[in-house]
């Protein structure tokens, strides 16, 4: 057989494929361009658990009249210019990829923003797959955006489309699992999430005030009475490296704090399985096995048959974390992570028992 090029648009569906690789990636995509936007307010709607469709709602900047063509196009950004900048930015979003590939891979892809100059009027704009406007009308709006994806997988990824209507509530539960996760961390931003079924039953599935305070945010989510048995969680600590680079004997050090939440360690205040654990590393949801073992581990010294509720943000310096790492940027490359997973064991453990023994004192 001889070497061909694979045609642009065959290229195009099989890198988008990659970047959206399910129903939680497009969800988490939308909504952190609604964050990226400086949204106040974020409504996530879904219809027959994200089958027909998912719409996003903000009320953030909108998209400007000039950058209207370009922003479903493959690496077209607002956010970043320049490899350089990746050290610094703090948006969610950077490669120009998530519009440009959700195209790709659903049904149709719709889009109605209003900014705070165009206000009250909106444009409505419908992309085809390459990301190319097919329809542009002018409506009535108010500031900000939204975005509506039918029919993701269909026609374009057939077996993923078949896959997911098998476990379409497993993939749903799992985009619930991740809006929480924003819903937690996100202070002054009120998320509200629904799903409605094809019988027209709606049912809200949770909804935030756009709360102050992370406690807050646990309590419109989880309910009170998981917040009354956790326990404020706020370590500091230090780890130092010796230079493998320099022929000096320096070592060089980079301080951490992990803030959030965790269950009180004392037996009946866990959980049966861990469910509600959440990692970020700085303010970003992520996954992070070896953190997430290090609480169920340290935990589980003091309530051997239970695991914990835990909200842990993980705050390093910006230039130690690489979340460039997979497409979906759900997994961050820590440097030293095996010393920080050590220094946070020791610390972890000592709040544990610290405040086992406040307990017992109490007690007496
Ligand atoms: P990225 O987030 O990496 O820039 P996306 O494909 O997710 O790439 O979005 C492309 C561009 O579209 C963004 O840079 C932004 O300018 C614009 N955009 C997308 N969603 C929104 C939104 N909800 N509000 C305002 N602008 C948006
Ligand atoms: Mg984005």
Redesign the pocket.
Known sequence: MSIREIDLSSVHRITSGQVVIDLPTAVK??V???L??H?TSIEIRFKQYGLESIE?S?N????PEE?MEG??LKH?????QTFSDLETIE??????????SLCAVCSSVRIT?CTEASKPRATRLEYDAIGKITSKARIAGTK??T?TLTKIFEGRLPVRRLDLVKNCKREFAKCVSLLQAYGIIKLGVKIIVSNTLTSGKRNKLFSTNGNSSVDRNIINIFGAKQISNLQPLSLEFEISRKSLYSRSKASNSSSIQVKGFISNPTPGNGRSSPDRQLVYVNNRPCLSPAVSKCFNECYRQFNPTQYPFFVADICVDRASVDINVTPDKRTVLLHDEVLLIESLRDELLACLSESISSVSSKAQ
Do not use: M, P, Q, W
């Open positions: 995509e939308l952190e361009n609604s990226d936007a949204a996003v903000d953030g900047d909108g998209i950058d922003i479903a077209y950004t607002s956010k970043l948006s969610y979003g950077f490669r120009g990829e998530a519009l440009s923003t900000g955006t975005v």
